[in-house]
C-alpha cells in the first residue's frame, strides 16, 4: 500500500468514463491510465504490445492465444511448462503494472479491474459511471460516426459492449460488475454531466 490517492473509473460503454477520466486528473495535477496501461504492461514484461491489445478486457474463455513464446518471451515472464499465452496471465501481467504504477504516483485508472486490484490501497477512490441509453446511442454517433452508420442496432450493439466488460469483470475479481457495493461513488452522467460528474469525483477524492 502507498498514500497516493488513485483513483479508478468503471463505466457503461459511452458514458464518458475516458474524457472524464481525464478531465478529473487534469484538475488534479495527475495522470489518467487507459489504454496506456498496455503499452506499460508491454514494456515491463517485453512482450509485443499487440497481445495485450487482443486481449484487452476479454475473459480467459473467449481467446486463447497461439503465439510461440519464443517470439516474445522475456526471462521475466516465461513460462516453462506452458509455451502458449492465455488472458489469464496476461492479466496476470497487466495487474503488476498495476499496482507498481500505483506505488509510484498518484492517477487515475479507467477500467482494467483497477479498483478490485487496487482494493487495499488506502487513498483509494472507486467510482462507476453510468447513463441512460439514449444518451449513450446520442455519443457512440457523436464519437464513433463510421462504426455507428454500420451497426444496425445500436442500442444492442452498446449492451454487447457492457456485457463483454462485465464478463471480463466478473471472471476476474468474481464480483458482479455494477454492484454498488464495488464502488465508493455512482453517477449518472446523462443526468449531471460530464462536469458535474468531474466535480464530484475531484470533490470526494479530496475527503481521501
Request: aromatic share 12%; with cysteine.
Amino acid at each position: 500500500m502507498s498514500d497516493n490517492l488513485i483513483i479508478t473509473i468503471g463505466r457503461q460503454f459511452c458514458s464518458g468514463g475516458l474524457e472524464i477520466g481525464r478531465k478529473v486528473a487534469e484538475k488534479l495535477g495527475i495522470e489518467c491510465y487507459d489504454k496506456e496501461l498496455i503499452g506499460r504492461a508491454a514494456k515491463e514484461s517485453g512482450l509485443s504490445e499487440d497481445i495485450f491489445e487482443m486481449a484487452d478486457e476479454k475473459p480467459s474463455n473467449s481467446f486463447l492465444y497461439s503465439i510461440v513464446m519464443g517470439s516474445y518471451y522475456s526471462n521475466s515472464f516465461f513460462f516453462p511448462n506452458d509455451d502458449v499465452l492465455t488472458n489469464d496471465k496476461l492479466f496476470g501481467i497487466q495487474s503488476k503494472a498495476i499496482k507498481e504504477l500505483s506505488k509510484e504516483k498518484s492517477c487515475v485508472i479507467v477500467g482494467r479491474c483497477s479498483d478490485y486490484i487496487l482494493r487495499e490501497e488506502k487513498r483509494l477512490l472507486r467510482v462507476y459511471l453510468w447513463a441512460d441509453m439514449d444518451k449513450r446511442i446520442e455519443r457512440f454517433k457523436k464519437v464513433y460516426p463510421e462504426k455507428a452508420e454500420q451497426v444496425k442496432d445500436t442500442e444492442a450493439a452498446l449492451k454487447k459492449m457492457d456485457k463483454k466488460r462485465a464478463a471480463y469483470y466478473e471472471y476476474y475479481t468474481g464480483n458482479v460488475w455494477d454492484n454498488v457495493k464495488n464502488y465508493d461513488l455512482i453517477i449518472n452522467t446523462a443526468k449531471f454531466g460530464y462536469e458535474n460528474a468531474v466535480d464530484k469525483i475531484v470533490e470526494f477524492s479530496k475527503l481521501l
